[in-house]
């Protein structure tokens, strides 16, 4: 993989049974497919996975740098989970594209 992946994709709401939000940027074609095979490696060279085979990464939206984890779909591709001091920071809202930059840690 790269040193870090690119991509502009829409910011999205997923809503729990129980009214509470989270928000999304999903990660998929080759962007995607990039962070699965690190977290591929990553599993082979450690003997083991993380839970949810999720990755640690660096992730970035305008002047935003934060570290957290992306987890993979079942359709493919990941979700990066944005959160709400980043969305604010950032000034961006559900339906707003967003350009993140992921550097896996």
């Given at each position: 993989?790269?040193?870090?992946v690119?991509?502009?994709?829409?910011?999205?709401?997923?809503?729990?049974?129980?009214?509470?939000?989270?928000?999304?940027?999903?990660?998929?074609?080759?962007?995607?497919?990039?962070?699965?095979?690190?977290?591929?490696?990553?599993?082979?060279?450690l003997?083991?996975?993380?839970g949810?085979?999720?990755?640690?990464?660096?992730?970035?939206i305008?002047?935003?740098?934060?570290?957290?984890?992306?987890?993979?779909?079942?359709?493919?591709?990941?979700?990066?989970?944005?959160?709400?001091?980043?969305?604010?920071?950032?000034?961006?809202?559900?339906?707003?594209?967003?350009?993140?930059?992921?550097?896996?840690?």
């Open positions: 993989m790269s040193e870090s690119f991509v502009v994709a829409p910011l999205w709401r997923w809503t729990a049974k129980n009214g509470v939000s989270w928000f999304f940027v999903t990660i998929d074609g080759e962007e995607g497919e990039e962070l699965s095979a690190t977290e591929a490696m990553r599993r082979l060279e003997g083991g996975q993380r949810f085979r999720s990755l640690k990464v660096e992730a970035r305008g002047a935003t740098v934060w570290q957290t984890s992306c987890f993979p779909r079942d359709e493919g591709g990941w979700l990066l989970p944005v959160k709400a001091a980043v969305r604010k920071a950032e000034a961006t809202t559900e339906g707003d594209p967003v350009a993140v930059t992921l550097r896996p840690l």
